[in-house]
């Protein structure tokens, strides 16, 4: 453990870190333990949040919805799927709110634990063939504990972050937030996969519950590491100078419209992108052209690795060159890559579709590494928690958690062509191009506002 702090002292987060003139305000022992933190507790909600959608993708249509045909089954799950992105907003609209008034890590411990609670107790549901219609109900509700916890965490991580970094190294800072998305989603698919090479009878009976029960164990470790960290010195300082505001979410509302709707836009490509290459891709995959499971999970094994690398580059990027112009060409990179991927995953070759995931991730890491600075430094600190998490989590359900259950209608409409999925990303990164165009540049905005 001390050779983990001493690691933590002498990173390069520390550096550019003054100390405060108000004794009141807490000092961190470096930004690096702060930015770790973050990230491992990011990491064990996404793997939560992450686990839902590789089963929703693979096997809740059997287990919850088996009086309907297939395809109509894999809509219901994907519908269950987007119940936790509905509910991301009204996360991000609880927890920014009390981030803002009491604080950044009490909120962290709360999501932490909401999810890994939430997510246990899916893997000890019964199926419909044990309860009926209550299986499916309940799956239903936890999912939206899920999105509570979710739409909550995510601006309480990146914050921390943000708030105790170096101003020329912001976006850095947050993107190793960012970073535990991949890391996230390449533990829930790896886990997921090991047990799915179970035999099925096996799988369909316990296999699928145990990666979920497992998440209770990384929440306990998340926890630990969490309570650990102190509080962002500059919420410190508003406290200290008693300039919170009253209602945060009426008053970013009020004060900041303008940049809580291109937030939102700035999402559409980036979140819409993501889950169409990392989830509706299990489904089109296996039960369009017949591709092994094993293979499609690969491929999503393979590009989580290489964003995990990528996010932090476009992040540290961003810093020298602004926010905008890297999301902007991330989003570019996405549309003009829509047909490109579907052309390659019809080869129905593992190379062919580990490639079109891989690629297709890169447009989403150049979108994504600068993000979490970027929505920071849109709002001032009294709201900054409201204000992120609102743009944010907004975005969500009509981006990312309609996109597979859109593009499985969209499937079933044209036959199942692929071409009016890659129109419909490239319709959405147009929203992204226009909003990123008209915000404003933030990598040099002053965080004490």
């Known amino acids: 453990m001390r050779g983990g ?6 990173s390069p987060f520390t550096r550019g870190i003054s100390a405060s003139p108000d004794s009141s305000v807490p000092q961190p022992t470096s930004v690096g333990r702060v930015v770790l933190a973050s990230f491992i507790g990011t990491t064990i909600e996404w793997y939560d949040f992450f686990l839902y959608g590789t089963a929703a993708a693979l096997v809740f249509d059997r287990l919850f919805f088996p009086t309907v045909d297939p395809l109509a089954g894999t809509m ?5 799927y987007a119940v936790g992105f509905f509910a991301r907003p009204l996360g991000g609209i609880i927890f920014g709110h009390f981030g803002d008034k009491l604080g950044r890590k009490s909120m962290l411990v709360t999501t932490l634990m909401l999810m890994g609670v939430a997510t246990f107790l899916i893997g000890l549901l019964p199926t ?17 504990v899920q999105g509570l916890g979710v739409g909550g965490e995510w601006g309480g991580a990146v914050l921390m972050a ?3 970094g170096a101003a020329g190294k912001r976006g850095l800072h947050a993107s190793w937030v960012q970073a535990g998305v991949p890391i996230g989603l390449l533990l829930a698919t790896a886990v997921f996969n090991l047990f799915s090479a179970l035999p099925e009878k096996d799988f369909l009976a316990w296999g699928w519950r145990v990666p979920f029960l497992l998440g209770i164990l990384l929440t306990a470790v998340g926890l630990f590491i969490r309570l650990a960290i102190v509080e962002s010195p500059v919420f ?28 939102m836009g700035a999402r559409f490509a980036e979140n819409t992108s993501f889950y169409l290459f990392t989830v509706f891709v299990l489904t089109y995959a296996t039960k369009q052209l017949g591709v092994a499971k094993a293979d499609v999970l690969s491929g999503v094994l393979l590009a989580s690795a290489v964003q995990f690398f990528l996010i932090p580059l476009f992040g540290a990027l961003s810093d020298r060159v602004g926010r905008r112009p890297v999301y902007l060409g991330g989003a570019v990179f996405t549309a003009l890559f829509a047909f490109p ?3 390659l995953v019809d080869l129905k070759s593992p190379a062919g ?23 920071s430094e849109l709002f001032g600190t009294n709201v900054r928690y409201s204000g992120a998490s609102l743009g944010y989590q907004l975005a969500s359900p009509f981006a990312g958690g309609l996109a597979p259950l859109i593009a499985t209608a969209l499937l079933q409409w044209s036959g199942g062509q692929p071409w009016p999925v890659a129109a419909y990303l ?23 506002r």
């Open 5 to 10: 702090l001493e690691f933590c002292r002498a």
């Open 426 to 448: 490239v319709g959405m990164t147009l929203i992204t191009v226009l909003s990123v165009w008209l915000a404003e540049e933030t990598h040099r905005a002053d965080l004490q």
């Open 162 to 164: 943000v708030e105790h």
């Open 236 to 263: 410190a300082q508003m406290k200290a100078s008693h300039s919170e505001a009253r209602l945060p979410i009426l008053e970013v509302v009020r004060r900041h419209p303008r940049n809580v709707l291109l937030a």
């Open 341 to 343: 991927f579907f052309w």
């Open 128 to 144: 419909y063939e044990q309860a009926g219609v209550l299986a499916p109900v309940l799956l239903v509700t936890l999912r939206f």
């Open 76 to 80: 219901a799950a994907f519908a269950t």
């Open 353 to 375: 579709i580990w490639t079109a995931i891989v690629i297709g991730l890169v447009g989403h890491s150049a979108m994504y590494g600068p993000q979490a600075a970027f929505f």
